[in-house]
């Protein structure tokens, strides 16, 4: 068992719609959790940053994790066209390597 | 928030040689990373590069292979050396600051022929 799982899509939706990406992990000494945003051919950029359970919101974007649950979620209100990427979902504990999840690749049709 | 550059941001190599990539960061970072990503694929971490003495390497990565170095908090290089067709991949370097949050260049396009 794979200690981050994700599915890798590929998700499409409309335009407007709320996208919600999701992660599950195995170890319960996780306790910081990430978002990437890897547009093609560029470099992840750090989306969302969360240190243990609860939501978190910027913009369009929540990130909630749920610790109980060994879950994470990532939704997008109001999906653009330019959110169209590839998502990684990470986590770590304290000073520990990060473990990436494989990608869930997001297709926004206009 | 760390911003990092990378240096080449593509090359295309012959078999056998090697390819150094240079990684700047622009403010002292606590912990420096060498990531590797095949097309369509997640990453796979090479190293920590550390500070003053030898980068600690993940399993399957050899410091013969990918020597690298780190002389001060905010540079690093990573060399891929007798390259083979095989190590045809995106190169990353990254970055964590104090508050364990994690930054990630643009990226060496690498291409052995």
């Known amino acids: 068992q794979k200690e981050v799982e994700q599915d890798p899509g590929p998700l499409s939706v409309p335009e407007g719609a709320i996208v919600s990406l999701n992660c599950t992990y195995s170890?319960?000494?996780?306790?910081?959790f990430m978002w990437y945003r890897q547009y093609s051919r560029k470099g992840p950029e750090l989306l969302m940053y969360?240190?243990?359970?609860g939501n978190k919101e910027d913009g369009r974007f929540t990130a909630q994790v749920d610790k109980s649950s060994k879950y994470i979620s990532l939704f997008i209100r109001d999906s653009q066209p330019s959110d169209s990427a590839t998502y990684l979902c990470?986590?770590?504990?304290?000073?520990?390597?990060?473990?990436f999840g494989s990608g869930t690749r997001l297709s926004i049709r206009p | 928030s760390a911003v990092i550059s990378q240096k080449p941001s593509r090359d295309i190599c012959q078999r056998g040689t090697s390819l150094t990539i240079q990684c700047q960061v622009d403010?002292?970072?606590?912990?420096m990373f060498w990531y590797r990503q095949q097309p369509g694929q997640s990453l796979t971490l090479i190293a920590t590069?550390?500070?003053?003495?030898?980068?600690?390497?993940e399993s399957g990565f050899v410091i013969d292979k990918f020597p690298i170095s780190r002389p001060n908090l905010t540079f690093s290089t990573l060399t891929v050396s007798n390259m083979s067709p095989e190590d045809s991949s995106i190169y990353l370097c990254?970055?964590?600051?104090?508050?364990?949050?994690?930054?990630f260049g643009p990226g060496t396009r690498l291409t052995v022929t």
């Open positions: 403010s002292q970072v606590t912990m």
């Open positions: 590069a550390n500070q003053g003495s030898e980068a600690t390497y």
């Open positions: 969360t240190y243990s359970s």
């Open positions: 990470a986590m770590s504990s304290s000073a520990s390597k990060i473990i």
């Open positions: 170890n319960s000494a996780f306790q910081y």
């Open positions: 990254s970055a964590r600051d104090t508050s364990y949050e994690q930054y």
